[in-house]
C-alpha cells in the first residue's frame, strides 16, 4: 500500500508569492491533516479536511487555506509569503474512526 | 482542554544507555497514545500505541504504558544505538483529534 505522498519536496519561494501544496492520502483515508513545523514553534496543526469538509482548523492567519478533493486528495495554499513561513509542512492521513495519523516526508518551504 | 506535556531536551546519551522520555497528557475522555518518531530530514512516523489503560506498546526496543492514573505514557528503552539519534513525539488521540507534545530531540553518542 502507498504512503503518503507530498509534492513538491522542497520549493524556494519570494515574499509576497503565493504557494500550493499537495498531499495524496493513503487508499481509503478519508482525513488529511496539514501541519507546518519550525525549529522555534515545533510542529503546529494548521487545518484538517475529511470527506472535502474541513472539521478542525488551528490557528494561523487567513493566507493559510486548503481543500480537499473527492479522491482525498488535499491541496494547502499560502498566499502573500512571508519570510516566517519558511517551514516544513507536514500532511497526515487518517482511516474512518481512527486517529493513528501517517505523515508524508513533508515539503521543505524556503521564502527568501 | 487536552494536552500533551512532555520533556523537551536536547537529551544526550551514551550507546548502550537507558532511555526514558517522560510524557503526561491532559484529556477530557479515554484517549488513544502514541509515540512518533521523526528522523532527520523525514516526516513522523508511528514507533508505537496504546489505545486504553494499562496497555503496553512496544516497537523497535522501545515500550510505553498507558498509565491512566499517573495520565502518563513515558516512553523507555535499554539500550539505545547511535541509528535511535531523532526526535521523538508524543501524542494523544481524541474525538478524531489529535494533540502533539512539542518533542524531545534524542542524540545518541559512539
Known amino acids: 500500500k502507498a504512503g503518503v505522498t507530498q509534492t513538491p519536496r522542497y520549493l524556494i519561494k519570494t515574499r509576497g508569492q503565493q504557494v500550493t501544496l499537495s498531499c495524496s492520502p493513503i487508499?481509503?483515508?478519508?482525513?488529511v491533516s496539514w501541519y507546518q513545523q519550525t525549529p522555534g514553534q515545533g510542529l503546529q496543526f494548521l487545518f484538517e479536511?475529511?470527506?472535502?469538509?474541513?472539521?478542525n482548523k488551528g490557528n494561523f492567519p487567513g493566507r493559510f487555506s486548503g481543500r480537499q478533493f473527492s479522491n482525498s486528495r488535499s491541496e494547502m495554499n499560502v498566499s502573500t509569503l512571508e519570510l516566517g513561513d519558511s517551514a516544513l509542512y507536514l500532511c497526515?492521513?487518517?482511516?474512518?474512526?481512527?486517529?493513528?495519523?501517517?505523515f508524508g516526508q513533508g515539503t521543505r518551504l524556503t521564502v527568501v | 482542554g487536552n494536552s500533551v506535556t512532555q520533556m523537551e531536551g536536547p537529551v544526550t546519551l551514551s550507546e548502550e544507555a537507558f532511555l526514558t522520555i517522560n510524557c503526561t497528557y491532559t484529556?477530557?475522555?479515554?484517549?488513544?497514545l502514541f509515540w512518533y518518531v521523526q528522523y532527520p530530514g523525514e516526516g513522523l512516523q508511528l514507533l508505537l500505541k496504546a489505545t486504553k489503560a494499562d496497555d503496553k506498546g512496544s516497537n523497535k526496543g522501545f515500550e510505553a504504558t498507558y498509565r491512566k492514573e499517573t495520565t502518563s505514557f513515558h516512553l523507555e528503552k535499554g539500550s539505545v544505538q547511535v541509528s535511535d539519534s531523532a526526535v521523538y513525539f508524543c501524542?494523544?488521540?481524541?474525538?478524531?483529534?489529535?494533540?502533539f507534545g512539542p518533542g524531545t530531540s534524542l542524540s545518541v553518542i559512539p
Open positions: 484529556a477530557t475522555g479515554y484517549p488513544s
Open positions: 487508499s481509503g483515508h478519508r482525513s
Open positions: 501524542a494523544l488521540g481524541l474525538y478524531d483529534k489529535v494533540i
Open positions: 497526515a492521513s487518517s482511516s474512518p474512526g481512527s486517529t493513528e495519523a501517517f
Open positions: 479536511y475529511f470527506s472535502e469538509t474541513q472539521r
